[in-house]
């Protein structure tokens, strides 16, 4: 039996996505609206294909946590995220944390079943335009034209992986407002007017790791 797992907290895209999973030939489409419910299910069912949100319940990005909690356990079954944002930073942190494909909720019905079937046949999956995108990303990811210190370099990758400026503190051992003053800091160089622009970069600085 031909089995699909849908991740997703909003009725109608589930049940959009239920009808265009069936149509496509799976026998069955489970639905969990938390990433702790889709997990389980997918212990309990063992799906063919996962196709997750990554904005559920309104806790930033909840659905990277599942994906690399699933790759943890399980590095084949494919995974689809099907997401609200098309930004290329959030789709390289997809397809880094081990999505196989990413498409936006925005796409008309048929390049959403077209990815479904890329992906059910473990092929990646990613838009044309996002994937020139995703690639511009990678390669100015690459270059470093500001003198960053040790301690900034630090600070920036924990701001990248989305740490709070209190546990930035507690992990490098040095105190809230020594965190600060690197943060403040690190915008001079590298031209970032606020803290939302220096997590972007620290973001886009990753890809390219």
Request: aromatic share 4%; net charge positive; hydrophobic share 45%.
């Amino acid at each position: 039996m031909k089995r699909a797992l849908i991740i997703d907290d909003h009725p109608i895209v589930l049940e959009g996505c239920r009808r265009m999973l069936l149509e496509s030939g799976f026998a069955e489409v489970l639905e969990a609206t938390t990433p702790l419910e889709g997990f389980r299910m997918y212990r309990r069912s063992s799906p063919e294909l996962i196709v997750v949100d990554l904005s559920i319940g309104g806790r930033g990005l909840a659905g990277l946590s599942f994906i690399r909690r699933l790759r943890l356990h399980d590095a084949e079954t494919p995974l689809l995220v099907f997401s609200m944002h098309s930004d290329p930073v959030i789709a390289s942190r997809a397809l880094k944390a081990g999505a196989t494909g990413f498409v936006p909720k925005d796409i008309p019905p048929a390049t959403f079943l077209e990815a479904v079937e890329k992906v059910r046949q473990r092929k990646p999956y990613i838009g044309h335009d996002m994937a020139m995108q995703v690639a511009l990303l990678g390669s100015r990811a690459q270059r470093d034209p500001a003198n960053l210190t040790g301690r900034e370099l630090q600070t920036l990758a924990l701001l990248g992986q989305g740490k709070a400026y209190g546990q930035i503190a507690d992990e490098l051992g040095v105190s809230y407002k020594t965190v600060a003053n690197t943060c403040s800091n690190l915008k001079d160089k590298l031209r970032a007017g606020t803290l939302q622009d220096l997590v972007r970069i620290a973001v886009m600085r990753r890809v390219g790791v």
